[in-house]
């Protein structure tokens, strides 16, 4: 298809030159080009970025009634491409609520994050930060989180965002920020377990991430072995509260989803994920939240560090 190396501006010309039934024509052409790539060569995200390019330009030069024919199994609704080259790097393309426009996170990542952001999906922004970052502290680049700390910190500025996207980005940069300043400290070989037990005492609240994290460098260096299982215990508390808040996160989203009718599962899916879930919340929530207060632990614990 020779279109797919036009621009997106001279495609966008060659469609409105199209009369309806070609343009329905060369619709189904490029949505059958692409279901082939994604079933036989995945790897090949350039040619299925101009698939995606021209798929976008009829659209938006279509009526969308004479397209809707092809929503139900309209291959660049959802996509979720994720690739690991031999020499580390992660390249991962992905679609967004009910557009065919795909986004590279490693050609352009503040437009990703933006757009995720905007569809005020937490576990979309979770999944891309993770992507976009290293997953041992002493391969962070300070000048890269701060790069992401204030990216994130313009997007939350300008966008209205759900009170749930709001409290993720503010946490998350809450952590860039711990992390970009105490980053010597973090990554001093051997560890200064004194030092990293005051860092510890000195946060004001219960944070998820940077409490697990300062937990998991101090259980390192603790020989006595109760003491150690204390710590261990801590951080698995840590790790049940924050699932526990997150899949109350998603069966928020889930019946939202279902109540304004913008999703694409049948209710009988929709019903059996919210099931699943809270299912799962249960049994958190009877063998660790409900048995232990998350504060009175952290300050017990605490009081055994310091001594």
Do not use: W
């Not at 996207?165 to 980053?183: A, G, H, P, R, V």
């Amino acid at each position: 298809m020779d279109i797919l190396s036009y621009s997106t501006e001279k495609l966008k010309k060659h469609c409105q030159l199209l009369d309806d039934e070609e343009k329905i024509v060369l619709y189904e052409q490029l949505l059958d080009k692409a279901k082939d790539i994604l079933e036989n060569s995945r790897d090949d995200i350039a040619k299925l970025k101009e698939v995606s390019k021209a798929v976008v330009a009829i659209e938006e030069t279509t009526d969308k009634q004479l397209l809707e024919k092809f929503n139900d199994d309209h291959p660049l609704r959802e996509v979720d491409i994720l690739i690991y080259s031999p020499q580390g790097n992660t390249e991962y393309l992905f679609s967004i609520d009910n557009s065919s426009e795909l986004y590279d996170l490693k050609e352009d990542k503040e437009k990703a994050l933006y757009n995720a952001v905007k569809l005020n999906d937490v576990e979309l922004v979770k999944k891309l930060l993770m992507i976009l970052s290293p997953t041992e502290v002493s391969n962070f680049d300070t000048k890269y989180l701060e790069e992401l700390k204030i990216l994130l910190s313009g997007i939350h500025k300008e966008l209205q965002l759900s009170q749930d996207m709001k409290n993720y980005l503010e946490k998350t940069i809450k952590f860039y920020s711990f992390l970009c300043s105490n980053f010597n400290l973090l990554v001093t070989s051997p560890t200064d377990v004194k030092a990293i037990i005051d860092l510890f005492a000195a946060q004001p609240n219960i944070d998820y991430q940077i409490d697990k994290l300062l937990l998991s460098f101090i259980v390192r260096d603790v020989e006595e072995k109760k003491l150690n299982s204390e710590i261990s215990h801590m951080i698995e508390l840590l790790e049940q509260h924050e699932r526990f808040a997150e899949l109350e996160y998603k069966v928020r989203r889930l019946r939202s989803e279902f109540a304004s009718g913008k999703s694409r599962y049948s209710a009988e899916v929709i019903r059996n994920s919210i099931a699943e879930r809270e299912k799962e919340m249960r049994e958190i929530e009877k063998k660790y939240v409900r048995p232990n207060d998350l504060i009175s632990e952290r300050q017990k614990l605490l009081k055994q560090l310091l001594c």
